[in-house]
């Protein structure tokens, strides 16, 4: 699998703050780059995702931006709370022989009230 | 979103006993499903790709033959770790994809698998 590279491995950030975690890509196959939530003990959950025709998201207090040329892409949480303490993975996937998604190393946010 | 409920949430069973996990996708079809393996604090490990109707395919260095994985129908895949030992004890996590081709993963809340 083509290796996803994500950092920081951890963030802490005060809550209202604006925590970025950045992934880089290789594989100019991939064409869908989600970004994925987990809690402890849970399974991870889709937070929002990406493709390379549009150069940034906004889902709420979420936005990915994406930069096809340096085939970099990084997630911003708007006005951060504690509750957004999570680990984040990024991901990357696309169609032909690179479909299987390939994921970060995952960044460990802690919000502190 | 789409549900994909995994079950049991937790499993602690002696060394050399069999565990099964299962994995359903609840509101739609899946004819690819994931299973991963998470180590605390460490990224997801994928183990295995299952489809529908065939077998799986397995991730070099993963024992097919100790991590048997059966996908009997769109909603349905199943994980026996056989013959557990300690060095099992993990987390386990299976998902399906909604978009079919790896895209829009829904995951299952993980098995968290103890051998004693």
């Known amino acids: 699998q083509q290796q996803v590279k994500q950092s920081p491995q951890s963030l802490i950030v005060q809550k209202g703050g604006i925590p970025i975690i950045n992934c880089a890509y290789e594989?100019?196959?991939?064409?869908?780059f989600p970004w994925y939530q987990q809690f402890p003990g849970k399974g991870p959950a889709l937070l929002i995702a990406?493709?390379?025709?549009?150069s940034e998201k906004k889902e709420g207090r979420f936005t990915i931006s994406f930069n096809k040329s340096a085939k970099q892409f990084s997630l911003h949480i708007m006005d951060s709370q504690p509750g957004d303490s999570a680990t984040y993975f990024c991901?990357?996937?696309?169609?032909?022989?690179?479909?299987?998604?390939?994921f970060g190393r995952g960044t460990s946010l802690i919000v502190h009230p | 979103g789409a549900v994909v409920s995994q079950h049991p949430s937790w499993v602690i069973c002696k060394s050399g006993t069999s565990v099964k996990i299962e994995c359903r996708s609840l509101?739609?079809?899946?004819?690819?499903m994931f299973w991963y393996r998470q180590f605390p604090k460490q990224s997801l490990m994928l183990m295995a790709t299952?489809?529908?109707?065939?077998?799986?395919?397995?991730e070099q260095g993963v024992e097919k033959d100790k991590f048997l994985i059966n996908h009997a129908s769109l909603t349905l895949s199943t994980l026996t770790v056989t013959s557990a030992h300690p060095e099992d004890s993990s987390f386990y996590i299976c998902?399906?994809?909604?978009?079919?081709?790896?895209?829009?993963?829904?995951f299952g809340s993980g098995t968290q698998l103890s051998v004693l």
């Open positions: 998902s399906a994809s909604q978009g079919g081709m790896g895209e829009k993963l829904f």
């Open positions: 594989n100019t196959a991939f064409d869908y």
């Open positions: 990406i493709r390379p025709d549009v």
């Open positions: 991901a990357a996937s696309g169609s032909g022989g690179s479909y299987i998604p390939t």
């Open positions: 509101d739609f079809q899946a004819t690819t």
């Open positions: 299952s489809n529908e109707g065939s077998k799986a395919t397995y």
